[in-house]
């Protein structure tokens, strides 16, 4: 527990959170994890979408068992191996990737999203059902917004994705900045809560681990 929170210590200050110039994203990835309860089994998945159709063009999917416990805070260190396996499995390299889980939006500035995209290089977003730290609820329409604030700075935006559902929260990752990564975010959601990514890398991770 102390070495992984050393780590995001020393990882943080390298999170880019500028966009490239010329992004003009073709591919999205969407990367979850399926658990199967109590056995500790889990499937990773990367599911690479065309990001106009929003049709898949690659899965990746790898089972694995998990190694570090579940402890709020360096929750990324349970999921990271085996997402990892999953993105090298993959035949095509995604523009731009979503992850199920915090960016900056962190207690220290540090979640899966950053860590994933520091190791890849690829610009990543955080996507969380939840949110680690304060907010006030966005309107009630599609689009609306409202930031995330922690210790009088700004670390992510709790989105509205369709009306009168409950806002994402959404955080840069590395290599992308606040509002592309909402315009983005908002871009996978044309019917439901949640970014198409995530809930078709979710349907594969979880038909993976009903399957065994």
């Known amino acids: 527990m102390d070495e992984a929170v050393r ?22 990835a969407g990367l979850d994890v399926a658990y199967a309860v109590p056995s500790g089994r889990l ?5 690479v979408l065309d990001i106009d159709t929003l049709r898949p063009v690659d899965t990746a999917v790898v089972l694995g068992e998990a190694r570090f416990p579940y402890v709020s805070g360096v929750f990324a260190f349970r999921e990271l191996p085996a997402l990892l396996d999953a993105l090298e499995r993959l035949a095509t390299t995604p523009d731009v990737m979503i992850c199920d889980g915090q960016g900056v939006a962190h207690p220290r500035r540090f979640g899966l999203a950053c860590h994933i995209g520091l190791l890849t290089g690829i ?24 930031p995330l604030v922690d210790d009088g700075e700004v670390v992510g935006r709790a989105l509205r994705t369709q009306d009168g559902v409950k806002p994402v929260f959404v955080s840069v990752g590395h290599r992308i900045d606040l509002g592309a990564a909402s315009d983005l975010v908002l871009r996978l959601c044309p ?7 995530t809930r078709q890398a979710d349907y594969v991770a979880r038909r993976l681990l009903g399957a065994e």
């Open 191 to 197: 019917r439901f809560r949640l970014p198409e990514t």
């Open 7 to 28: 780590m995001q210590d020393l990882l943080r200050p390298l999170v880019d959170a500028r966009t490239p110039a010329g992004f003009a994203p073709r591919t999205v």
């Open 123 to 146: 610009p990543t977003v955080g996507v969380a059902k939840q949110a680690m730290v304060g907010y006030r609820p966005p309107g009630p329409r599609r689009g609306d917004w409202s």
């Open 43 to 47: 499937a990773a998945a990367a599911v």
